[in-house]
């Protein structure tokens, strides 16, 4: 399935609206946390598109039917500038710039390659249940990621 994407900023909504439209076929409810892990996926991938390209972009997603319970979800967007995604470290104060940390941090894994004149983003998500990894209630003032500041904004 896909999605094409203009490169204007209310293209995120539109993108998260489609997604969400999408799961129910393949067996995720939207209130699983599965799937709001994907919306955010979904918005922070679309996001850096249409913020850092100004240009197109195809919002790709590959949900496996419910007789696939075991294989992951995958979310990739294309795009079509040639310029490789680079994480960025931000101070606490600024109000952008943490998009692939946290891909990094929710995807099980991710990555990107080139595409014709452009490039494409993808990142995966499991669908067997995630252990916890700790119950701990976290500072939603600031928390941090391998060295990367977090900040509820």
Not at 6 to 11: N, Q, V, W
Request: charged share 30%; with cysteine; glycine share 10%.
């Amino acid at each position: 399935m896909q999605l094409e994407i203009r490169p204007d900023p209310a293209e995120v909504g539109r993108a998260r609206r489609w997604a969400r439209s999408r799961l129910a076929g393949c067996g995720i409810g939207v209130d699983e946390p599965l799937a709001e892990t994907l919306i955010l996926l979904v918005s922070e991938l679309v996001t850096n598109a249409v913020v850092h390209t100004g240009r197109p972009a195809v919002l790709r997603l590959s949900l496996p039917g419910t007789e696939a319970e075991s294989a992951p979800v995958r979310l990739e967007v294309a795009d079509r500038s040639g310029r490789a995604p680079v994480p960025r470290c931000v101070d606490g104060d600024a109000t952008g710039g943490r998009g692939l940390a946290l891909v990094d941090g929710l995807a099980d894994r991710w990555g990107w390659s080139r595409e014709g004149a452009g490039k494409s983003i993808w990142c995966e998500l499991d669908r067997c249940e995630r252990p916890h990894k700790d119950t701990k209630v976290y500072d939603i003032e600031a928390s941090t990621y391998e060295g990367l500041a977090f900040e509820a904004v």
